[in-house]
């Protein structure tokens, strides 16, 4: 994964949770009934599935998106740092030295922080879940492309 890079700070995902779309889907579908291994494995193998059922998902109802953990390494001045955190204490930052900090924080988080937030820092979040949420990706990038 590549970095993403704004004026003010370097951000690159390089952990999560695998396979987080399938996971939520089988949240969804579990609520109704189904049984929790069985819907996800399930699900894994059916991607367009997957996709069908988190589109259709309101992004507000979000214990389904934390069922999942995403990870970044930034690099960033204090007064960045401080500025999210002041923005969205769901995320957790750890200083790794100088401008470099480790930031977690689940889908829920992300997707609140960039519905509310029209800055470098919500673009960056966004594009740097393509690759692991892309449903979601699509969806959010259709909403803040408008």
């Avoid at 059916?46 to 934390?66: A, C, K, T, Y």
Wanted: contains cysteine; proline residues 5%.
């Amino acid at each position: 994964m590549s970095w993403i890079i704004t004026p003010c700070m370097r951000l690159r995902l390089i952990a999560s949770t695998p396979d987080i779309e399938p996971l939520i889907a089988a949240a969804i579908l579990t609520t109704t009934g189904s049984k929790p291994s069985e819907a996800y494995e399930a699900l894994r193998r059916q991607p367009r599935r997957v996709e069908r059922i988190v589109e259709r998902l309101e992004f507000h109802h979000g214990s389904v998106f934390e069922h999942n953990r995403l990870c970044w390494l930034l690099e960033a001045e204090d007064e960045a740092i401080l500025k999210l955190l002041l923005r969205s204490r769901f995320f957790q930052l750890s200083r790794l030295g100088g401008r470099r900090w480790l930031m977690s924080a689940n889908l829920r988080t992300v997707i609140e922080y960039i519905r509310q937030h029209r800055d470098p820092m919500a673009e960056a979040l966004l594009e740097s879940i393509g690759e692991v949420a892309p449903t979601v990706y699509k969806r959010l990038r259709g909403e803040t492309s408008k």
